[in-house]
């Protein structure tokens, strides 16, 4: 009985140590965006939002505002943090990266994707089309208009 019981918390000791694992994952990805117009001019004082996403376990969406510099570039700064993942059945979780672009004058740009490839290259142009009438979009709050059914 003794054994048994030694066995059983050693088993339980394994899979508690197992099932939380430490990693150091990134939060956010240095990334350098870049905004210009149609004509391919640079678009100062743009409103550059970098929204974070966790899943499969919606915790919520994080918002990073940066504004374009003269040369219409916004910066982010790559951030990482050590996280404790607990082994769900429907594995660890994951971040997933978007951008929302916009400006007075200018169709507000949304949801743009950001995959592992443009990641890595880390400079990202986006174009915004400029507003040419009254029923064309205003520029929008990029934290307002995202939600969590994006992908």
């Given at each position: 009985m003794l054994k048994l019981l030694q066995g059983s918390i050693f088993i339980s000791s394994v899979v508690m140590v197992q099932a939380c694992i430490p990693h150091y994952k990134m939060i956010r990805p240095a990334l350098q965006v870049t905004v210009k117009d149609s004509q391919g001019q640079v678009i100062e004082q743009?409103?550059?939002v970098l929204v974070t996403q966790q899943r499969p376990a919606f915790?919520?969406?994080?918002y990073d505002l940066q504004m374009s510099n003269q040369q219409g570039i916004a910066h982010f700064v790559k951030?990482?943090?050590?996280h404790n993942d607990i082994m769900f059945l429907h594995g660890?979780?994951?971040y997933s990266?978007?951008?929302c672009v916009s400006k007075n004058g200018y169709q507000t740009q949304r949801y743009i994707s950001l995959n592992a490839e443009q990641i890595k290259k880390s400079n990202r142009v986006?174009?915004?089309?400029?507003?040419?009438?009254s029923t064309?979009?205003?520029d929008q709050d990029c934290t307002s208009t995202a939600d969590a059914s994006h992908e």
């Open positions: 743009a409103k550059v915790v919520g969406l994080k951030r990482s943090a050590w660890v979780q994951y990266w978007w951008l986006v174009f915004l089309p400029a507003i040419t009438d064309q979009d205003r």
